[in-house]
């Protein structure tokens, strides 16, 4: 029995040992895991991603972000697109030809609460789920402008790196960067629920006219 409590004592010691060097470790390796980030995100939680250090409600640091958005996409071989450049894109020829397409990175609810009529969900987080869908679609698109909630998120981020990493050429990938909140401040449409194939443009049916109104007005 005293050899069972003793064998028990010395397992129990080396467990805290193990523990506290693995903390340790973990706490000044400069790729250490982060002990209080969610690194299994439901589908409504996936569009909250941040990039560290931003900050909102300052143009200052609104700018900072948009900045660091900038060069992470630069050494990732992608670009940014400016607002103007997608609003010029929007109901175009092109994109009612399917050659500029839009993708909304954010989660299943964000996304059903609003998106750029058109626009194909995919979520980095549940890659797998959109392949079907929106492969084709790039394949097929010249220009492809990927958007999450702003400057502030960066799910469009991951999302691009995504479509790259499975083949889609990277010239072809745009990142907008203002997202969907530059987009509703400009008062441009807005979509609610599932995606249709008769989003690629603002309807102007009177049943539809309420969903793809500009908001404010």
Partial sequence: MNEVKVVAKQTGIVLVLSVGFAVAANSISPVGLSLTRDYFPTADTASETKTSGAHEGSSEDAGSSKDGVVERLKANGLQAISHDRVVQFFGGKQHRNGKVVFIDARGKSKYRQGHIPGAYPFSHYRIEAY?????????KAETIIVYCQGAD????????????????????????????????AASMPIVTGERNPDETLPSRGKDDARRTMPEGR
């Fill in 131 to 139: 392949l079907g869908t929106v492969l084709p679609v790039c394949e």
């Fill in 153 to 184: 998120c960066q799910d469009s981020e991951m999302a691009a790196m995504g479509l790259r990493d499975l083949g889609v050429p990277a010239e072809k990938i745009h990142v907008y960067i203002g997202g969907i909140t530059a987009w509703r």
